[in-house]
Nanobody
């Protein structure tokens, strides 16, 4: 049974930095995509960043240039350093794994957009989530 265990996060002042980590255990080597998803109270779920097994990445426009997704396949760990944090980055952040990919959606542009607005079932495995709070 696969499991995602998250660490990092917490509270920081505007302009500060945090790093999220997510260690995967028991997932197939062929896991298609790993990603970070956040949700703030009263707002829609938002895909922050994702990375496919071929290394291709998708970022939300709001975090481009500030967040960087990466993975260490030896340690089975996903990372998300978050720099220049803003109050609007405040949310619950979740690590997630998609074993199959989104090829069923067809057009690659549609797939990339779906990574930015994922539904629960797009990812078969979810971490426990960690609150990130950025104060002004």
């Amino acid at each position: 049974q696969g499991q995602l265990v998250e660490s990092g996060g917490g509270s920081v002042q505007s302009g500060g930095s945090l790093r999220r980590s997510c260690q995967a255990a028991g997932l197939p080597y062929s896991t298609y995509c790993m990603g970070w998803v956040r949700q703030a109270p009263g707002k829609e779920r938002e895909g922050v960043a994702s990375i496919d097994k071929d290394g291709s990445t998708v970022y939300a426009d709001s975090v481009k240039g500030r967040f960087t997704i990466s993975q260490d396949n030896v340690k089975n760990t996903l990372y998300l350093p978050m720099n220049s944090l803003k109050p609007e980055d405040t949310a619950m952040y979740y690590c997630a794994a998609d074993l199959e990919g989104l090829s069923r959606l067809g057009d690659i542009g549609v797939q990339r957009q779906r990574r930015l607005q994922p539904i629960q079932s797009d990812f078969g495995y979810w971490g426990q989530g960690t609150q990130v709070t950025v104060s002004s």
